[in-house]
T-cell receptor
Framework: DTGVSQNPRHKITKRGQNVTFRCDPI?????LYWYRQTLGQGPEFLTY????????KSRLLSDRFSAERPKGSFSTLEIQRTEQGDSAMYLC???????????FGSGTRLTVV | AQSVTQLDSQVPVFEEAPVELRCNYS??????LFWYVQYPNQGLQLLLK??????LVESINGFEAEFNKSQTSFHLRKPSVHISDTAEYFC????????????FGKGTKLTVNP
């Protein structure tokens, strides 16, 4: 088991373009979480899945953001019509036992120019 | 809802000195408490957690934290730090029996100097 894997590690995109990130959780974990971390801040919750069901979404997740976990395994996070304010580190985490401690991936750093 | 305040954004110390990173939380329900560490260009790693039982919890690399319900605090301590402890440390809280999301503080950057 190689832990939580996120791809790509870095993404530079022009404002207005769409981007998609992928997260592969630890295989036996049924819960998957997305967080966003901006410079000088702690991670902020975006959304989480239990198996393929999206159970909670933050108000931070505007209409331009969509997350899926189609077969309860990997997950994708898509941002449409990117804005400079979307520049951040996007972190994925997985867990077997709910909010009792996650395993985080290394993150995808998005830069919108 | 929960919130976390990490009182120090940066803490510089010399190697082998003791250190305390402060964390206070607020919550209307009982909580679970966590400390995560983030090394440069890496994701967050769970350092230690308080779920129930003994209020003093320890990590494998010499850190400890004590849950103080009356002061709503969960300060992180180490009696003697190493250069390799240089990292950013995040305190986090989740509510028992409710949302599984973690609410993080803004982090404390610990720099250990030789």
């Amino acid at each position: 088991d190689t832990g939580v894997s996120q791809n790509p590690r870095h993404k530079i995109t022009k404002r207005g373009q769409n981007v998609t990130f992928r997260c592969d959780p630890i295989s036996e974990h049924n819960r998957l979480y997305w967080y966003r971390q901006t410079l000088g801040q702690g991670p902020e919750f975006l959304t989480y899945f239990q198996n393929e069901a999206q159970l909670e979404k933050s108000r931070l997740l505007s209409d331009r953001f969509s997350a899926e976990r189609p077969k309860g395994s990997f997950s994708t996070l898509e941002i449409q019509r990117t804005e400079q304010g979307d520049s951040a580190m996007y972190l994925c985490a997985s867990s077997l036992d709910g909010g009792l401690g996650y395993t985080f991936g290394s993150g995808t750093r998005l830069t919108v120019v | 809802a929960q919130s976390v305040t990490q009182l120090d954004s940066q803490v510089p110390v010399f190697e082998e000195a003791p250190v305390e990173l402060r964390c206070n939380y607020s919550s209307s329900v009982s909580v679970y408490l966590f400390w995560y560490v983030q090394y440069p260009n890496q994701g967050l790693q769970l350092l230690l957690k308080y779920l129930s039982g003994s209020t003093l919890v320890e990590s494998i690399n010499g850190f400890e934290a004590e849950f103080n319900k009356s002061q709503t605090s969960f300060h992180l301590r180490k009696p003697s730090v190493h250069i390799s402890d240089t990292a950013e440390y995040f305190c986090a809280v989740s509510g028992r029996g409710g949302s599984e999301k973690l609410v993080f503080g803004k982090g404390t950057k610990l720099t250990v100097n030789p």
